[in-house]
């Protein structure tokens, strides 16, 4: 857009950063004020006066010296100094342009209302100002009637759906604007960090939306010019296009533009989305044909309910005035997230007689493959929102379970309902994200009970929706039955034993933790805080197996850190000192795990390694040589094997550190190496004792070698250790969540 130079001394701005709230201290947020701070010091360094500025903040005690540094004379962000602001004070400025900033919490409530929080928030009592109301205050009286030429809104705040369960702590948000519109023409330019029931992200401090738009302001005001809010926009959105294609985040900022420059255009929802190819092209006119069809010959009426219902999932205003057409209900389905979906249910809602045919839904799933609605996706985030990672990992064993190993993302609910929707689905078949629920519902009733129930009556609702109650419904006892069945089985069936040691104290002493685990049930066995002597530990952990293991047949998994890799665990005697005396890893699969060197941002390797183990040989493990030991070859040799499920080496004790350090931080999760100091196999023995079978045998493989090691003692495979190391199989770990 090009304008006339304008005179920033008359802008004015109103600024809300919210760090601290009344709740418990998981509440406060660290980043707000930061963020506040930089947009004034735009504003100022164009021209605004100081004076023009209000800034009202909650900060947390060590941001309060930079925030009065800055702006000493800010005001509380409490609700009755907002709604003094935006009520009362803004009807006296004389202003041209103003711009309203506001960062911190955000919750999508009830009615899918976007609640901005104030910092009376509690744990127990959400409460917050209407983001929709703002804008609507954007053309009313409470600003001069003939003044603010245009007003710019920027919110940086999670539109993320509160759980199930929790909307009743919520207080219906405030509303900002109680008057009519006397200025409905009023251009609005109103850009929001995230799209709605999604999260808005923080980095090192400050929020990734705020930073970009940041940067992008200076680059289009460098020299003085007036920035071009459209070219403005578009940075952003290119700079989110490039973080999503990195790695893979689903951050999506939406604008809402109103009139802006008294240039009547059509409202965008979202970032500008690439023109359709022809074939989509083909695919949408088809979908708008159909539709038509459906809403028959004088379709206003119908379209306004449909336009309705999608006013509720979307939480959008509607793109045009009045009643939109067939092909602008298309459109603004297109644009949003799991639109196309929600635009069916609501056709077949209003047309129970005539569903949608065929042909549309092909058209539907050519133009956007994703078959939850928006309501159906946000309430599945919010259910697995409410599970800490074990549970979410838990989910994903279901998955593989169910439809073996696929890379499936468990730190990050949303992405984790997105990859499970995205699994391939069976045509004319139950959709294999309801398969997985049901599986994990059944199986994990007794440890996550609420949400097990929750999400069966997602599932069920789901299914309706779909004309498939009575297939899930069958699926759900099938699933049921094999989890009574696998509860009632023998106590060891099944089972895994985890065995976390904490080195501390002199010597060899350590604290240690023990837990059995089957399937979905996770039960604490011990805890032993005092350091113990190592034959005390040794038997502590032998009576453990023999109340909870099964010999031959449970995996007995030790966490370790990286420098007790070597500790000789498998050698454990058991029954010390009695006649039938033997060693742990001869009665029992024993594995080595470590999460120490694993790097979050590197998960999705140890992950895709591990989706391979499935359908491997240890023939497919890679050789390290011993003269591969340093970290940079290791990691240099692993990087050209990126298919290779894990590796072998038979290095000196000397070298041994290098290799685990590389591999745990490149994401390998299966490793062999011989024990001895020098050890004296190569490659071509190595592969010969791991033999031929299935990859996923190897534990068990080992087992047999240590077995034949006892009886005699010259045998390689006794001398034998293996890192297995399943990231879909956990130590339960403490509850970290952290979201604007």
């Known amino acids: 857009m090009t304008r006339a130079p304008h005179d920033w001394r008359r802008t004015h701005a109103v600024i809300v950063a919210v760090e601290r709230y009344n709740g418990s201290d998981d509440l406060n947020l660290d980043g707000p004020v930061h963020d506040a701070v930089e947009m004034r010091k735009w504003l100022t360094g164009r021209g605004v006066p100081a004076e023009n500025i209000q800034l009202l903040a909650s900060p947390l005690e060590h941001n309060r010296a930079a925030l009065e540094a800055a702006h000493p004379h800010y005001r509380p962000a409490e609700r009755a100094d907002v709604r003094r602001v935006f009520q009362d004070e803004l009807r006296a400025i004389d202003a041209d342009w103003l711009w309203v900033y506001w960062a911190g919490h955000g919750v999508q409530t009830q009615g899918g209302r976007w609640s901005l929080l104030y910092p009376e928030t509690r744990d127990t009592d959400l409460q917050g100002a209407d983001a929709d109301s703002l804008i609507d205050l954007m053309r009313t009286e409470h600003l001069p009637w003939d003044g603010v030429d245009r007003v710019t809104v920027i919110i940086d705040a999670c539109r993320q759906a509160l759980p199930a369960g929790v909307h009743e702590l919520a207080d219906t948000p405030d509303l900002l604007a109680r008057t009519t519109q006397i200025r409905p023409e009023r251009p609005v330019y109103w850009m929001r960090a995230c799209q709605a029931g999604a999260v808005a992200k923080q980095r090192q401090g400050t929020g990734q939306f705020t930073s970009a738009l940041l940067r992008q302001l200076h680059a289009a005001a460098a020299g003085g010019a007036e920035p071009d809010l459209d ?50 092209l083909r695919f949408r006119e088809t979908l708008v044909l159909e539709a038509s069809g459906l809403l028959g010959p004088d379709p206003a009426g119908p379209a306004a309910r449909v336009a309705a219902r999608l006013r509720m999932e979307f939480t959008e205003a509607p793109p045009a005035r009045g009643t939109p057409s067939v092909e602008e209900l298309v459109d603004w389905a297109l644009a949003h997230e799991h639109g196309i979906a929600t635009l069916l249910h609501a056709l077949d809602e209003l047309t129970p007689d005539r569903r949608i045919g065929a042909r549309a839904r092909e058209a539907c799933r050519r133009l956007q493959p994703q078959w939850l609605t928006c309501a159906e996706h946000t309430e599945l985030v919010a259910l697995l929102a409410r599970l800490d990672e074990r549970g979410r990992e838990d989910v994903v064993a279901a998955a593989h379970q169910q439809f073996g190993p696929t ?28 398969s997985v629920v049901e599986h994990f519902a059944a199986f994990a009733a007794f440890t996550e009970g609420a949400v097990a129930a929750e999400l069966r009556t997602w599932a069920q609702a789901c299914a309706v929706r779909l004309g498939m109650k009575e297939v899930l419904l069958d699926h759900r006892a099938r699933a049921a039955d094999r989890a009574e069945r696998a509860r009632t089985a023998g106590p060891a069936e099944g089972r895994s034993i985890q065995i976390r040691l904490h080195p501390s104290g002199p010597g060899q002493r350590r604290a240690y933790e023990v837990w059995s685990r089957r399937g979905a049930e996770v039960d604490a066995l011990a805890k032993v805080d005092t350091p113990a002597a190592p034959e005390e530990m040794r038997r502590g952990i032998d009576a453990l197996l023999a109340a909870h293991a099964r010999a031959t047949e449970t995996v007995v998994e030790f966490f370790v850190p990286s420098t007790d890799l070597e500790l000789d665990v498998h050698c454990w005697p058991l029954d010390a000192g009695k006649p039938q005396e033997r060693s742990l890893g001869t009665d029992f699969p024993v594995v080595v795990r470590c999460a120490e060197l694993r790097q979050p941002e590197r998960r999705h390797l140890w992950e895709r390694r591990w989706s391979r183990v499935a359908g491997a040989t240890p023939g497919d493990l890679h050789w390290l040589p011993g003269h591969t030991h340093s970290f940079a070859q290791v990691r240099a040799a692993m990087e050209r094997q990126e298919t290779a499920p894990g590796a072998m080496t038979a290095s000196p004790a000397r070298t041994r550190s290098e290799i685990f350090t590389a591999c745990l931080f490149d994401g390998v999760p299966v490793l062999v190496w011989d024990t001895g100091a020098e050890p004296s196999l190569d490659e071509r023995q190595l592969r010969t004792l791991l033999g031929s079978e299935p990859l996923e045998h190897l534990p068990q493989r080992l087992r047999k070698l240590r077995l034949e090691g006892d009886a005699d003692d010259g045998h390689p495979g006794r001398r034998l250790a293996l890192l297995w190391d399943d990231p879909h199989r956990p130590l339960p770990e403490p509850l970290d969540l952290s979201a604007p």
């Open 407 to 434: 890379a499936l993302p468990a730190h990050d609910p949303a992405a984790l309902a997105d990859a499970l929707e995205e699994l391939v689905p069976r045509p004319h078949q139950l959709p294999q994200l309801l």
């Open 231 to 280: 070219r403005v926009w578009q940075g952003v959105v290119e700079e989110f296009a490039r973080a999503r294609d990195a790695d893979g985040g689903r951050q999506r900022p939406t604008v809402y533009v109103s009139d802006w420059n008294q240039d009547v255009r059509p409202v965008r929802l979202g970032p500008p989305a690439p023109p359709l190819d022809p074939e989509k």
